[in-house]
């Protein structure tokens, strides 16, 4: 007979409530941060250039209504050499002056349209989801490893994207090189962006179209896992009896396990309670009033 203590249901409440909050916290951070990076820099936004327009134009970037809350790429003015889309419910493309003014139109193409296979895929919203996930089960490395692997993909998918459409990679692999020639912003913190951490397993796919690109779980990872769902399963399919006795000094409530030999022993000192019926249903007996007693109906 195993007694629970009585701060246990509450301590489980507290620690899904402390999981919960870690993601929620998690989430308004990335969305505070992602908020700070765009508002300083769409301080400097400027007006697309004709060279630029005639692309945006000719992907279909461009709006086609006039109900758009946002244009779908918008130029800042920013030496920097970077691009990324952003926006969860109206994603848009956010391209700096500099990275125009360094590739040329086939290269910068490239780059627009694997921001528009991220546009269109929702990436945004994925990245944002998993970098939550894997905040809120910190404690399980499977949820970091996955998040990893789903962005690389996402990564692999847009060069995909862009090399069918030009039928050619040498336009992108051109801007890449010239991207990574130049030190890059962090962006890991900011929610909606993947960063430049794939920029090795993008070059490495570019130069070697044939060569499978295969994505493994750390072995933490996967040991922890396991352990986990075992350690729950565990839990879930034991059967146990559960009772609940009360005294003038205490409570408590005790597992008792599934048994032929322990059902008794495990309630033999528990105070069985008495079951009255009542001779009239609807008139009171007086007998209630001298001997109070537990009544069952």
Same mark, same amino acid.
């Given at each position: ?15 899904? =409530? ?82 125009? =003014? ?34 809120? %089960? ?74 499978? #690109?295969? %994505? ?11 352990? %986990? ?16 006795? &009360?005294?003038?000094? &205490?409570?408590?409530? %005790?597992?008792?396990?599934? &048994? ?11 105070? #069985? ?13 007086? #007998? ?10």
């Amino acid at each position: 007979m195993f007694e629970v203590p009585r701060s246990l249901p509450n301590a489980v409440i507290l620690t899904i =409530g402390v999981i919960l909050g870690i993601g929620l916290l998690s989430l308004l951070l990335q969305l505070i941060r992602t908020h700070l990076l765009l508002r300083k820099l769409l301080i400097n936004r400027v007006s697309i250039p004709k060279g630029l327009v005639r692309i945006v134009a000719t992907l279909g970037l461009t709006n086609q209504t006039s109900l758009s809350l946002r244009d779908k790429v918008i130029l800042v003015d920013d030496k920097n050499l970077f691009s990324f889309c952003c926006g969860i419910f109206s994603p848009f493309i956010v391209i700096t002056t500099g990275l125009v =003014g360094s590739l040329t139109n086939k290269e910068l193409e490239a780059v627009l349209l694997h921001e528009e296979s991220h546009l269109i895929s929702r990436d945004p919203l994925k990245v944002l989801i998993g970098k939550t996930l894997s905040s809120m %089960f910190f404690f399980l490395p499977l949820f970091a490893d996955l998040r990893k692997n789903i962005e690389a993909v996402n990564e692999l998918l847009a060069d995909q994207w862009t090399i069918n459409h030009q039928q050619n990679s040498i336009f992108l692999r051109g801007a890449l090189k010239k991207i990574l020639a130049i030190p890059q912003l962090n962006f890991t913190a900011v929610s909606n962006v993947s960063g430049s951490d794939y920029f090795e397993v993008r070059i490495h796919r570019l130069v070697n179209p044939r060569a499978k #690109q295969s %994505f493994r779980l750390s072995r933490v990872s996967l040991i922890t896992t396991f352990l %986990f769902v075992l350690f729950s399963w565990f839990l879930l399919q034991t059967p146990v009896s559960a009772f609940h006795m &009360d005294s003038e000094s &205490d409570s408590a409530s %005790f597992l008792c396990p599934i &048994d032929q030999s322990y059902p008794k022993q495990c309630h033999s000192e528990t105070e #069985q309670p008495t079951n009255y019926i009542p001779t009239h249903l609807f008139l009171p007996e007086k #007998q209630c009033n001298n001997h109070p007693m537990l009544i069952s109906y």
